[in-house]
């Protein structure tokens, strides 16, 4: 199997766990919003890149107390996967939001605006 193959399979397995801990593992309400969209492990696996969304659920759960939030539990998540990935190192975690479906909304309002003059 290709590396990158592998690495691909690495990355998506990571990203079904972490899901799976942020909903199911941590007593976190505000964590429970978020939704991991895309992994990117870097060519060692030494590091990890978390792109994330969230549910604002109610006003309280913004993007900063989300971000301030994954940044607290950072360590007891890579614990918690650590214990269900089988690998020899698991990587550093770094969570980023990801700004597409915001990008996406905007290009939306442009069009609608165009397609209503």
Known sequence: MSSLKFQKRKESLMMRELNLILQKELQNLVLKTVSVVEVRLSADATHAKIFYTFLPVNQ???????????????????MILASKLDWRNVPTLFFEYDKSLEHANRINEILAEENSK
């Not at 107390?65 to 360590?75: A, C, G, H, T």
């Open 60 to 78: 309280d759960i913004t993007r900063e107390k989300v971000s301030q939030e994954l940044e607290n539990e950072s360590k007891k998540i890579r």
